[in-house]
T-cell receptor, first 115, second 110 residues
């Protein structure tokens, strides 16, 4: 597996609390992504980053924010968690450019439960 | 935005038989089509991919075909084995915006 870790791996929180998930890579890949995976929906892109301090929204970005202050770290924040954000969150990395997309390598995932 | 549909949602085959999973996409600008395998409780892992300038690609028992005109692509697994049992996802990508199908749960019966 590519050098990607996610923390925490499991989290249970209450509605209205802030939550931050961390993705850390040791591959020096330029692109980093956050997805959520829910039954019947496959994987859906939340936000992605194409460099330090450079981020953009994905398909399901409402209620989420991201930050990337270092190449190796990409943080996903739920400012005020809701039950609809209960999901498995996957981070992914890629060294591709816009014109030549390449494989995305996925992290081990974080299971988040919002009560 | 891009929309990817995947069929069937579940597929059960006997060991040794072939399995075919089909996906359609909506945006003709998509230029990269990966297939991921995800075992229970694990991360998705790439098994094969194809770019828009290629019609077919093979890797041992796995092949992918792409029909750009019809905007559909398919995964073919021959001589299936029990360890092929997993959920398979197709995806279509343009400019780092990757959209996934909903997945196909493949069960290979010994």
């Amino acid at each position: 597996d590519a050098g990607i870790t996610q923390s925490p791996r499991h989290k249970v929180t209450e509605t209205g609390t802030p939550v931050t998930l961390r993705c850390h890579q040791t591959e020096n890949h330029r692109y980093m992504y956050w997805y959520r995976q829910d039954p019947g929906h496959g994987l859906r892109l939340i936000h992605y980053s194409y460099g330090v301090k450079d981020t953009d929204k994905g398909e399901v970005s409402d209620g989420y924010s991201v930050s990337r202050s270092k190449t190796e770290d990409f943080l996903l924040t739920l400012e005020s968690a809701t039950s609809s954000q209960t999901s498995v969150y996957f981070c992914a990395i890629s060294d591709s450019g816009l014109a030549i997309p390449n494989e995305q390598f996925f992290g081990p995932g974080t299971r988040l439960t919002v009560l | 935005g891009e929309n990817v549909e995947q069929h069937p949602s579940t597929l059960s085959v006997q060991e040794g038989d072939s399995a075919v999973i089909k996906c359609t996409y909506s945006d003709s600008a998509s230029n990269y089509f990966p297939w991921y395998k995800q075992e229970l409780g694990k991360r998705p892992q790439l098994i094969i991919d194809i770019r828009s300038n290629v019609g077919e690609k093979k890797d041992q028992r796995i092949a992918v075909t792409l029909n750009k005109t019809a905007k559909h692509f398919s995964l073919h697994i021959t001589e299936t084995q029990p360890e092929d049992s997993a959920v398979y996802f197709c995806a279509a990508s343009m400019n780092n915006d990757m959209r996934f199908g909903a997945g196909t749960r493949l069960t290979v019966k010994p």
